[in-house]
């Protein structure tokens, strides 16, 4: 009796480790390779080389792009090299980008910019920027005021809170509040592959303002890009690890009520919305072995998707670009303006294709 209680005690054991492997095998598209899909008329930013992982555009066509993360686990080309925001003017016929001034009193050798955000407040058209930032492997928000005049970003305030503790991207929802997601529930390297393998999904949306701090939205398995709908009802929030965009309904004191769940194929990192079509644009990666253990010889690839009618029933999914990593390595987010297309990596360089 002993001996078989031990036999099945083994067989459940087996499988279960069998399952979590499965799992972390479907998770992370360990054995998948892509079938390329070419754009015409892309180039490659001058002058963008450590990477572009956010990129949030103003109506005029300015564009603001996050250069230099360090995070944990993560592949950097200049690990010593501080952060840099560059500004990009999406009119000029080939735009170049130059990086932007930040105000003095702000500690520029430790800036880290992970996720970005514009909030325009509509009475004065003043022009906030969001940046998360990871000073000595940290969480924080900073808020700075643009100077368009003299292209200089102004530092306001760095917001922390305990609540905040591994934020990875933001939506600015006025000037002092905005939503965080967590992407991680340890920051620990060894419990977030614990995390990672046993498939929790401790991460979570926060809401923040200075008055009233929240989560809204729990049950990721790792929380990353999050973006509003145009008409400013509805958030996406794109989770790695599960492949998926969860959509979500804004209530009028800022909770969140889920309204679907959308399956995707692929790593799913941060997403935009076209502020005309409403269509949801998304940069992915192909293969996240590849992302996490970088080899120049196998580079990781980059992938682009367009969600259309992602509020129906049918949402159309397509792959518009994707590429081996022999042209852009390690996507996290495409972003439209007009009809050009930006597109950010991790730590690589950025995309500029113009749409036919
Ligand atoms: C995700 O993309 C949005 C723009 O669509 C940007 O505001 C945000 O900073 C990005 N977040 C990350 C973590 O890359
Ligand atoms: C990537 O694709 C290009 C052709 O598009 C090919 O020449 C190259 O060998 C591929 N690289 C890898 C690492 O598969």
Not at 212 to 221: I, Q
Request: charged share 20%; hydrophobic share 40%; net charge negative.
């Amino acid at each position: 009796m002993a001996a078989l209680l031990k036999v099945t005690l083994i067989g459940l054991l087996l499988a279960l480790v069998g399952e979590r492997i499965v799992h972390f095998i479907y998770q992370g598209n360990l054995f998948r390779e892509i079938e390329p899909v070419d754009l015409p008329n892309c180039q490659l930013l001058d002058g963008i080389e450590y990477g572009s992982e956010d990129i949030d555009i103003l109506p005029s066509g300015l564009a603001f792009i996050s250069s230099g993360l360090k995070y944990p686990e993560m592949f950097s080309f200049a690990p010593d090299r501080p952060g840099e925001i560059f500004l990009l003017d999406l009119n000029e016929e080939i735009p170049r980008p130059s990086s932007l001034r930040i105000s003095r009193g702000f500690d520029l050798s430790s800036f880290a910019p992970h996720g970005l955000s514009i909030y325009i407040d509509k009475k004065d058209d003043a022009v906030y920027l969001f940046v998360v930032n990871h000073p000595q492997y940290k969480s924080t928000v900073e808020i700075f005021k643009f100077d368009e005049e003299e292209k200089v970003l102004v530092h306001l305030k760095t917001v922390k809170h305990s609540s905040l503790y591994n934020v990875n991207d933001i939506v600015a929802v006025g000037p002092e509040s905005f939503y965080a997601t967590n992407d991680r529930y340890f920051w620990d390297t060894t419990m977030r592959h614990v995390e990672h393998i046993l498939g929790l999904r401790w991460t979570n949306v926060v809401y923040y303002s200075p008055e009233d701090v929240r989560e809204v939205a729990s049950g990721f398995y790792s929380a990353n890009g999050i973006i509003m709908s145009p008409d400013r009802k509805f958030l996406y929030v794109a989770d790695p690890m599960g492949k998926t965009i969860t959509v979500l309904e804004k209530r009028d004191d800022w909770s969140l009520s889920p309204v679907k769940v959308l399956q995707l194929e692929t790593i799913v990192d941060n997403v935009s919305v076209d502020p005309v079509t409403g269509d949801v644009w998304a940069g992915a990666h192909p293969n996240g072995l590849k992302l996490l253990n970088y080899n120049p010889e196998d580079p990781p690839g980059s992938e682009v998707l367009r969600i259309q009618n992602i509020h129906s029933d049918n949402p159309v999914v397509t792959t518009v670009y994707a590429n081996n990593g022999s042209v852009l390595q390690g996507s996290t987010v495409a972003v439209l303006w007009e009809n050009k297309l930006l597109v950010g990596t991790v730590f690589h360089k950025a995309l500029y294709c113009h749409l036919e």
